[in-house]
């Protein structure tokens, strides 16, 4: 019977995985695109410009992704436990977060382009490319973050094939509108910028096309005055908090990564960059798995199915490891043939190859640190997930940072960020063991093996 469990797990958790991983390798490949068509002007500013632009955004849209992140586990446990009501409430207070949180952007665009360009360390044509870029992207903001909202709902009530399609949109209309703002029109970082913007839009228009096409705005306009319950309200914001507060640590660590890789030249950062690319390919990939495991975790929180919790650790984690390995690979042995598609800069992939030997151990723990935080996410267990990325950071990242700085030495920066992820990992593993959500499952899984 155990056996049945467990394939019955795999093949549930394998289906929405492959799914999930098409999804979020639409992001990616839409970055990839961006990179190829910049890597290929003559001037590699634009390359670099939009690199050092795309930190600051990542912080900042980092910093909101509780929008998705705390919105996919409520509603996988709310699903799980059939409260149709509450399904459509957090959607409702999680859009209206995110709303007024996008407006907010775009209102203080100038002194956040202001502040985030005075942070970073980089050159004048670098950084004025940047801002083009970043001027143009701010605009679609109260998009992303609607769309951040409308993913995390649609993830926790395990609709993976309609994510898949609002990827498939924003990728496909970015990868177009690339091609038509830079090669046709040259409008160069600004271009790539409103690619980004306006592919946002379009996603958003088809989230609210499904909800339509659902059946269930009289549903929505029936509930509305029960958006703001102070109750449930103050606990979505407790737990979006305590995220928040692990998002912002790890966008600070990629923050002073990027920004480091700056002061040790062009080369370097260009070189970090394409590099960080990969990652952000491969980190996708493994995404894919944790929005599964978050989905799965949630639901059997919900159902009251913990015996199912340690089997579903157990195979995601597997996967994802062998999955991030698998996919870091051809990188690492056909670098020249891989990164040419990305730019023509011979130079820089010559000097990189020294460096390709980071992709292994950073993607083996960040593999690892993704399954554990949708596993986590799954069952809300927030404090978690702040405690285990603030000890990242402050013990496994900013004392290699300092050192790397002081030696300018960019193997010492990549230690650094390896270390990052495996203090995090080491500290969520620990508390797997204290977490009476786990416990039980834990008690119960054995139970339930006696008999």
Not at 34 to 39: E, N, R
Not at 53 to 66: H, L, R, W
Not at 134 to 155: D, E, M, T
Not at 200 to 213: E, K, P, S, T, V
Request: aromatic share 12%; proline share 3%; with cysteine.
């Amino acid at each position: 019977m155990t056996e049945n469990i467990s394939k019955g797990l795999l093949s549930r958790f394998l289906k929405l995985s492959i799914l999930n991983i098409l999804s979020s390798m639409a992001v990616p490949i839409a970055g990839l695109v961006d990179t190829a068509f910049l890597g290929h002007l003559k001037d590699i500013s634009y390359l670099a410009g939009v690199a050092v632009a795309s930190v600051i955004f990542d912080f900042i849209y980092g910093t909101f992704v509780f929008l998705r992140m705390g919105t996919t586990g409520p509603t996988a446990q709310a699903e799980g436990s059939a409260d149709q009501t509450e399904v459509l409430l957090i959607l409702l207070r999680s859009s209206s977060i995110a709303l007024i949180l996008g407006f907010l952007l775009v209102l203080l665009q100038y002194p956040l382009q202001y502040l985030g360009f005075a942070l970073l360390h980089a050159s004048p044509e670098v950084k004025m490319a940047g801002r083009d870029y970043f001027l143009a992207r701010i605009l679609g903001a109260p998009a992303v973050l609607l769309n951040f909202s409308a993913i995390g709902w649609l993830l926790g009530r395990g609709k993976s094939i309609e994510v898949l399609i609002l990827f498939a949109v924003n990728c496909v209309s970015n990868i177009l509108l690339d091609y038509f703002f830079l090669v046709h029109w040259h409008w160069a970082s600004t271009g790539v910028g409103a690619a980004t913007a306006i592919s946002q839009y379009l996603m958003l228009l088809g989230g609210l096309c499904y909800i339509a096409f659902e059946g269930v705005l009289p549903q929505f306009r029936a509930i509305a005055s029960q958006t703001f319950d102070r109750k449930k309200m103050t606990k979505m914001l407790q737990f979006s908090f305590d995220i928040t507060l692990r998002i912002v640590a790890t966008r600070l660590t990629l923050l002073i990564f990027t920004d480091l890789s700056a002061s040790l030249g062009i080369e370097i950062l260009a070189i970090n960059s394409l590099l960080f690319q990969v990652i952000v390919v491969v980190s996708m990939l493994t995404e894919g798995l944790s929005y599964a495991t978050e989905t799965m975790a949630g639901n059997f929180h919900g159902q009251n199915l913990t015996q199912q919790l340690p089997w579903l650790l157990r195979i995601s984690g597997i996967t994802s490891i062998v999955l991030g390995l698998g996919a870091v690979l051809p990188f690492i042995l056909f670098p020249h043939s891989l990164f040419c598609l990305l730019t023509d800069h011979l130079e820089v992939i010559d000097y990189m190859g020294v460096y390709l030997i980071w992709l292994v151990p950073f993607t083996a723990s960040d593999s690892l640190f993704n399954i554990l935080r949708g596993y986590w996410l799954g069952l809300t267990e927030s404090k978690v997930l702040r405690n285990s990325t603030i000890a990242g950071n402050i013990v496994g990242f900013i004392p290699l940072a300092f050192i790397a700085m002081y030696f300018h030495s960019s193997h010492i920066l990549w230690l650094a960020l390896c270390m990052f992820s495996t203090v995090s990992v080491f500290v969520m593993l620990r508390h797997f063991s204290f977490s009476p959500k786990t416990i039980q499952g834990n008690k119960t899984s054995q139970n339930f093996q006696e008999q």
